[in-house]
């Protein structure tokens, strides 16, 4: 069974940095392209950045996110990271992360949370203004 874990959320000031991680069981991580999702309170869940398995391909949401997110990845640790500077009170929220086993494939960029094949159980990330 495939267990994804997420940690490193925590009480931020706006300004502040935090670095998401998600630990994937199996052999399942280095198959699967990975995504980080958010989900504000009264939100429904959306995209913030997804990496190809090989590590490449990375997207983002938003310019806002692109510019101030880094997601990337360790094989060797099975972990994918998020990378959040300069907080902002709009990034509060559950952070999940997600993977969609892509075993043949490296091009192709998933966006939707039905694209999916496993979550985590989040991490809540609060910024205060």
């Known amino acids: 069974q495939v267990q994804l874990q997420e940690s490193g959320g925590g009480l931020v000031q706006t300004g502040g940095s935090l670095r998401l991680s998600c630990v994937v069981s199996?052999?399942?991580?280095?198959?699967?392209?990975m995504a980080w999702f958010r989900q504000a309170p009264g939100k429904d869940r959306e995209f913030v950045a997804s990496i190809n398995k090989i590590g490449g391909n990375a997207a983002y949401a938003t310019s806002s996110v692109k510019s101030r997110f880094t997601i990337s990845r360790d094989s060797a640790r099975n972990t994918l990271y998020l990378q959040i500077n300069n907080l902002k009170p709009e990034d509060t929220g559950v952070y999940y992360c997600?993977?969609?086993?892509?075993?043949?494939?490296?091009?192709?960029?998933?966006?939707?949370?039905?694209?999916?094949?496993?979550w985590g159980q989040g991490t809540q990330v609060t910024v205060s203004s």
């Open positions: 199996g052999r399942t991580f280095s198959r699967s392209y």
């Open positions: 997600a993977a969609k086993e892509t075993p043949y494939d490296t091009s192709s960029t998933y966006y939707t949370a039905n694209a999916f094949d496993h």
